[in-house]
């Protein structure tokens, strides 16, 4: 997963709602918790968030949150743009 993280840190500025959605999603059901590759994901996620779909803004929730891992500021940005 080392490398799975690695590779994108580098170009998670090109990520799309579903890369990003997806990416989380690889990590969720083993329970890891990359930090570093959350926080890019998650300041991606909040800067971006308002171009996203539904069901993008569900996916990145939905991942997060199966994870050992709080972040106020995303949930706070994703429901702000669900209730927009």
Known sequence: MHSLSSASLRIISDYNQQNLANTVWAY???GLRDVPLLE???SSSISRS???SPQGLSNIVWAVST???AD???LYAISATAIT
């Open 72 to 74: 106020p500021p995303l």
């Open 50 to 52: 308002s171009d996203f």
């Open 40 to 42: 890019s994901i998650s």
């Open 67 to 69: 994870l050992p891992f």
């Open 28 to 30: 969720a059901p083993l």
